[in-house]
């Protein structure tokens, strides 16, 4: 029943933009998170939003990047725009009890990843 799907990757020019979601089903979570994963990389926090809509980025997508969540719909968001090469990675979406940070350690639930391939 408790389920993080992920949507909305594929490949890209450098420049272009992607809009990535995530459907939530099953559970409630005030803090949600978007983070990404390149082959022979740690996977590392993108942004994340809180309850309250507070939202903190990674220094790197900064500008560029946006989270969001629709309550409704109970689906989270990120926008990319102005999209490098360096973006490419897997994408997931996750959920955390306590806080919204940009942390892999602190969240409990993920998706199982939307790819995001850029290129120059």
């Known amino acids: 029943q408790v389920q993080l799907v992920e949507s909305g990757g594929g490949s890209v020019q450098a420049g272009g933009s992607l809009r990535l979601s995530c459907a939530i089903s099953?559970?409630?979570?005030?803090?949600m998170g978007w983070f990404r994963q390149a082959p022979g990389k740690e996977r590392e926090g993108v942004a994340a939003?809180?309850?309250?809509?507070?939202?903190d980025y990674a220094d790197s997508v900064k500008g560029r990047f946006t989270i969001s969540k629709d309550n409704a719909k109970n689906t989270l968001y990120l926008q990319m725009n102005s999209l490098q090469p360096e973006d490419t990675a897997m994408y997931y979406c996750a959920a955390a009890p306590w806080r919204a940070t940009l942390r892999v350690n602190d969240y409990v639930l993920w998706g199982r990843g939307t790819q995001v391939t850029v290129s120059s």
């Open positions: 939003i809180n309850g309250n809509g507070n939202t």
């Open positions: 099953g559970v409630t979570y005030r803090n």
